[in-house]
């Protein structure tokens, strides 16, 4: 069992910067691949990042590719969310959720992830 908590989210200026954290908690939670990703109202949760068990496979949906960066620290149980140059269209609740499966090329899809957080609201002003 993995429990995942996010944290970091918050109000930004357009153009300006978040780090978003998600802290597991449980047996081997670093051994699992995280996923992160993000949902406004009325609208599936879409994909935002990817990492495999050691940040050694990352992956981005086009919309953040270059302004996000995902990392984890395992000795801290932690995955991190970097983003940059915040846009107007970001801003939603951005959630992290972990996995121990291994790699697939499904893992932009929410069914690939076993354990999820509750999330963390990211607003944008223009």
């Known amino acids: 069992q993995v429990q995942l908590v996010e944290s970091g989210g918050g109000l930004v200026q357009a153009g300006g910067s978040l780090r978003l954290s998600c802290a597991a908690s449980g047996r081997t939670a670093g051994a699992y691949a995280m996923g992160w990703f993000r949902q406004v109202p009325g609208k599936e949760r879409e994909f935002v990042a990817f990492?495999?068990?050691?940040?050694?496979?990352?992956s981005y949906a086009d919309s953040v590719k270059g302004r996000f960066t995902i990392s984890r620290d395992n000795a801290k149980n932690t995955v991190y969310l970097q983003m940059d140059s915040l846009k107007p269209e970001d801003p939603a609740k951005y959630y992290c959720?972990?996995?121990?499966?291994?790699?697939?090329?499904?893992?932009?899809?929410?069914?690939?992830?076993?354990?999820w957080g509750q999330g963390t609201q990211v607003t944008v002003s223009s």
């Open positions: 990492s495999n068990w050691n940040g050694g496979i990352r």
């Open positions: 959720a972990a996995t121990g499966r291994t790699y697939s090329p499904r893992y932009y899809y929410t069914s690939f992830y076993d354990y």
